[in-house]
């Protein structure tokens, strides 16, 4: 590749690594993590709440959004951590769980001691650090992979760290993770706040508006690399069947297509490219039509079926469709 589109390659990339949309969804869930924060006293029981919803939704960026907000503060003697957030590990034990908070909190000996020293030096540490908001992600790995079941004493382990410490904990998850709820009444009842982050929808009107405004944000931004508009708007029921809606594929596709235009010399992206990255990037299933081919017919492809989600879950995934919101909601 010549040093000309390497360098184009690279402005593309920026681009697109350092778009960051606020979104509809997105200043509500952060709205509802304020008011989590906000129901910290530092005794009592707190607001805690549950965000799930599919892969590539966005639930991951909203969360380090909101650490971003509150980062950490470095005094001279300690470190003050407004809000903690944290991957659950895999395999999601009560000492790794521990360890893993710890090592954010700067603990040197995260992985030392046994769980009980673990859980009451990070019970200190919560406090000295004034720790006010604890977001975990992930929360599926509170799912054992191998065996389907819900790691019981991991989940007793969280609802104890926060009837001792009255700290909020913002969960997020794929949906199935609520399954851990169904199987710890006590969790359930902390966890009864639940919001829910969904892909835009087509079919409402407010949804497919701002889908459609996201797809122009992205195409004046990259306007600034190619010299021309892609005129993605265009193509917006093009995307929402190749995407489903879903954010991360929007911007994998777009990404996929943008380099495209660079590696065959063009001074735009166009439909070609679209189809090509959709090919490459996204279709995994060959009988399903490009959306972006010239034939297309106008049906909605899915690359992406609800179960692909699921982390291969499938029990898990199962059982949750049997149940109802009132069942979530009869627990309180
Ligand atoms: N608000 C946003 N603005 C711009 N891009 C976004 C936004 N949200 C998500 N994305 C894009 O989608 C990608 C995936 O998002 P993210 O990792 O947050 O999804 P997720 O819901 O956490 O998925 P998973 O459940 O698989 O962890 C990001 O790397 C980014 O490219
Ligand atoms: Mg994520």
Known sequence: MTDQKEVKLQEVQKVLDSVFIRHSAFKTIKSQFDECLNSYTGHGEPICMLVHG???????????????????VYLEER?????????????????????????????PYSDRGTLEQRTKRLRKLLKECKTELIILDEFQ????????????????????????????????????????????????????????????SWDDEHSRKEFVKILSVIDRELENVFGNKAGFTNYANRFYAATKGLIALMIKLIRGSAREAVVSASDRIELRHLAKAYKDRLLTNNEMANPFSSNWDGEYADPLPEIRHLGGNMAAARMLEKRSLSNVLSTR
Not at 55 to 62: A, E, H, I, N
Request: charged residues 20%.
């Open 54 to 72: 599919h892969s590539g939704v966005g639930k991951t960026t909203l969360a380090s959004s909101y650490l971003a907000d509150y980062p950490p």
């Open 79 to 107: 470190k003050i951590v407004p809000v903690l957030n944290a991957v659950i590990p895999v395999p999601a034990t009560m000492k790794n769980m521990a360890s893993e908070l710890l090592e954010k909190l700067g603990d």
């Open 141 to 200: 790995h509170f799912i054992d992979r191998k065996s389907e079941r819900v790691i019981l004493d991991v989940s007793d382990w969280l609802k104890n760290l926060i009837s001792n410490t009255s700290i909020p904990v913002v969960l997020v998850g794929l949906s199935y993770s609520r399954e851990v709820l169904f199987a710890n009444e006590q969790l359930m009842r902390r966890f009864s706040y639940q919001a829910e982050m969904k892909p835009f």
